[in-house]
């Protein structure tokens, strides 16, 4: 069995500070481990993805996330933000096969001040 | 390159009325579709999954069904909608362990 936990529903930062985002996950399997952000009113994009290369994942717009098995945690972070990351994110773990064993959390809203 | 194209953007319909949401995939052949459901302030739900033309999938009884008539086309519908049914609805399509690309969504209200 699977199983996605974002252990924050709201995240407030200032401009300029270190964005931190946390993900665990459960899988009986490895797993594949995805980031989306959705603005609102959008659909979901795609900020990174791990399929078991490197743990250390770079994605679009700075943000960046570290597979950690021995803690089964997938954060997402990003060392300075931005007014536009102001969304929501989305943690996702999925079997390669997808279907409907992906399993999406249950979403972290980040506030950015200014 | 691979798009999606999902549409309408925004749908306002009476209580009872028949629902038809539809997506379209462009620069990939054979693909695995999806229908989500996001409720206001809630993550997403899973209502639809397709492997092939024709082949459709759900674990979640309610008042939608999905077709796909074509490779890269999939219908979402409804003969009759509730209030429940309001929400922001999400096509997607995914290649193994490529991650998933959404559509922009449709947003529909039903009054």
């Known amino acids: 069995a699977q199983s996605v936990t974002q252990l924050d529903s709201h995240v407030s930062v200032s401009e300029g500070t270190p964005v931190l985002l946390r993900c665990n996950y459960s899988s009986s399997y490895s797993p594949s481990l995805f980031w989306y952000v959705q603005h609102p009113n959008k659909g979901l994009q795609l900020l990174l993805k791990?399929?078991?290369?490197?743990?250390l994942v770079k994605g679009i717009n700075g943000f960046e996330a570290e597979f950690k098995k021995s803690e089964t945690s997938f954060h997402l972070t990003k060392p300075s933000a931005h007014m536009s990351d102001a969304a929501e994110y989305f943690c996702v773990v999925s079997p390669n096969t997808g279907g409907f064993k992906t399993i999406f959390g249950a979403g972290t809203r980040l506030f950015v001040k200014a | 390159s691979q798009t999606i194209h999902q549409w309408p953007a925004t749908l306002v319909q009476p209580v009872g009325s028949p629902l038809s949401l539809e997506c379209t995939v462009e620069g990939t052949s054979n693909p695995n579709l999806y229908w989500y459901r996001q409720a206001a302030g809630r993550g997403l739900q899973l209502l639809f999954y397709?492997?092939?033309?024709?082949?459709i999938s759900s674990e979640v009884p309610q008042n939608l069904s999905a077709s796909r008539p074509q490779d890269r086309q999939f219908i979402l519908s409804s003969k009759k909608l509730l209030l429940s049914d309001s929400g922001f609805y999400l096509c997607?399509?995914?290649?193994?362990?490529?991650?998933?690309?959404f559509g922009s969504g449709t947003r529909l209200t039903v009054v």
């Open positions: 997607a399509w995914s290649v193994f362990s490529y991650g998933y690309t």
């Open positions: 397709s492997v092939g033309i024709g082949q």
């Open positions: 791990y399929t078991s290369a490197a743990t």
